[in-house]
């Protein structure tokens, strides 16, 4: 099983340069979320998509954009990034069909910005 | 969400059971427990949740206390491979709105399995 599979799983940006991390999940869940996680700190909700066609900002996303190009794809762009964005980004997904499942993460993208 | 209590770091001998404490004393009604670990490098990862009664499933055991304002999560038999961030984290089952889905993971157990 694959479960949730984030690419790049490492990158290296220039200020002002633009990405996209891509994230796909392979359990058909209906919710997507993606996070970051800085040093010494927790992980917090950029952006969210409930169920397909659907996405609503987190607590942090200034900066960000993201796509849900289907059930499974779930994409997370940088237009002009700036050094504040360097992170570890993780993406998750969840089953809607009980009330109570929890997400599931994959293994992150370490992003530099210099 | 609920705000959860944890230590700092624990150790544990391999082999040994690892009891980790977590106190969620304004827990509501309607809110689960759910435990996360997050081993170094990697992304979190589920391990269990309960509302109200013990759980128990091929990682670990859950035990809630009665009145739910803490639980601890039980790995029987800590190996090496244990050795990771736990996090304890309440919240209600499908929080509509911006906080829809969303887990709020605090600083967590260090906990350290020693040969």
């Known amino acids: 099983n694959a479960g949730v599979t984030q690419t790049p799983k490492f990158q290296v940006l220039k200020t002002g340069q633009s990405m996209t991390l891509q994230c796909a999940q392979d359990?058909?869940?209906?919710?997507m979320y993606w996070y970051r996680q800085d040093p010494g700190m927790g992980l917090r909700l950029i952006y969210y998509?409930?169920?397909?066609?659907?996405?609503d900002k987190g607590e942090v996303p200034n900066g960000y954009n993201v796509s849900r190009l289907n059930k499974r794809e779930f994409s997370l762009r940088l237009e002009s990034a700036a050094p504040s964005q360097t992170s570890v980004y993780f993406c998750?997904?969840?089953?809607?069909?009980?009330?109570?499942?929890?997400?599931?993460f994959g293994d992150g993208t370490r992003l530099s910005i210099l | 969400d609920a705000k959860t209590t944890q230590p700092p770091s624990m150790d544990c001998a391999e082999g040994r059971a690892a009891n980790l404490p977590c106190n969620h004393s304004?827990?509501?009604?309607?809110?689960?427990v759910y435990w996360y670990r997050q081993i170094h490098s990697q992304g979190p990862q589920y391990i269990i949740h309960?509302?109200?009664n013990n759980e128990t499933n091929e990682m670990a055991s859950l035990i809630i206390t009665e009145d739910r304002k803490s639980s601890t999560l039980i790995l029987p038999h800590a190996t090496l491979r244990d050795t990771a961030v736990y996090y304890c984290?309440?919240?209600?089952?499908?929080?509509?709105?911006?906080?829809?889905?969303?887990?709020?993971f605090g600083q967590g157990t260090i906990l350290t399995v020693h040969p």
């Open positions: 309960g509302l109200k």
């Open positions: 984290i309440v919240r209600p089952p499908n929080a509509g709105g911006t906080s829809y889905g969303k887990l709020t």
């Open positions: 998509s409930a169920s397909e066609g659907t996405t």
């Open positions: 998750a997904s969840r089953d809607r069909g009980r009330w109570d499942q929890p997400q599931h």
């Open positions: 304004t827990i509501s009604g309607n809110e689960y």
């Open positions: 359990m058909n869940h209906n919710s």
